[in-house]
T-cell receptor, first 114, second 110 residues
């Protein structure tokens, strides 16, 4: 299967700071990338969908000004959590797909906001 | 996209076949059935998907009933490393969105 990486795997930050998470498709060009969030003992929740070169589409209830998504190339998307607060602490997972095809997931980034 | 129903948990002895059921009674003709699994603290791993016909790959087999209202994921020889949460997801052919339900927690025991 296709390989998707995320960086960093873990990050701890102070409340009020911004954190950037990178998602890369290593062996294919991803026309679409997705960002999910997962709280402990819960399922994955889709946050937003981004197509290369276009603005991201956010799911209902997800603040676009807080979770900034950039998908500037076919192999890289970034999620920036702005002014992070403890309630933003979660497991953030990206996935990538080529055209309308199977999604392949990254290993996830665990964010802890103190 | 159609909703899926899965049992919350299942056990399986190591070396035996694990049969994970999924109900998707409202599936429409152009919707695919996808299976992913998530091992603790990792991103989901793609397993298999199908539309109408049964499918097999190196990881598993997918059996879809003729009326397409249910399917079964089969891990032919479960190992301890197959312990994970397994998600059955229905996805339309015009969207690549995946909506995750609660899945089935499979515990493989020695």
């Amino acid at each position: 299967g296709a390989v998707v990486s995320q960086h960093p795997s873990r990050v701890i930050c102070k409340s009020g700071t911004s954190v950037k998470i990178e998602c890369r498709s290593l062996d294919f060009q991803a026309t679409t990338m997705f960002w999910y969030r997962q709280f402990p003992k819960q399922s994955l929740m889709l946050m937003a969908t981004s197509n290369e070169g276009s603005k991201a589409t956010y799911e209902q209830g997800v603040e676009k000004d807080k979770f900034l998504i950039n998908h500037a190339s076919l192999t890289l998307s970034t999620l920036t959590v702005t002014s992070a607060h403890p309630e933003d602490s979660s497991f953030y997972i990206c996935s990538a797909s080529r055209l309308v095809d199977t999604q392949y997931f990254g290993p996830g980034t665990r964010l802890t906001v103190l | 996209d159609a909703k899926t129903t899965q049992p919350p948990s299942m056990d399986c002895a190591e070396g035996r076949a694990a049969n994970l059921p999924c109900n998707h009674s409202t599936i429409s003709g152009n919707e695919y059935v996808y299976w992913y699994r998530q091992i603790h603290s990792q991103g989901p791993q793609y397993i298999i998907h199908g539309l109408k016909n049964n499918e097999t790959n190196e990881m598993a087999s997918l059996i879809i009933t003729e009326d397409r209202k249910s399917s079964t994921l089969i891990l032919p020889h479960a190992t301890l490393r197959d312990t994970a949460v397994y998600y059955c997801i229905v996805r339309g052919d015009r969207t690549d969105k995946l909506i995750f339900g609660t899945g089935t927690r499979l515990q493989v025991f020695p």
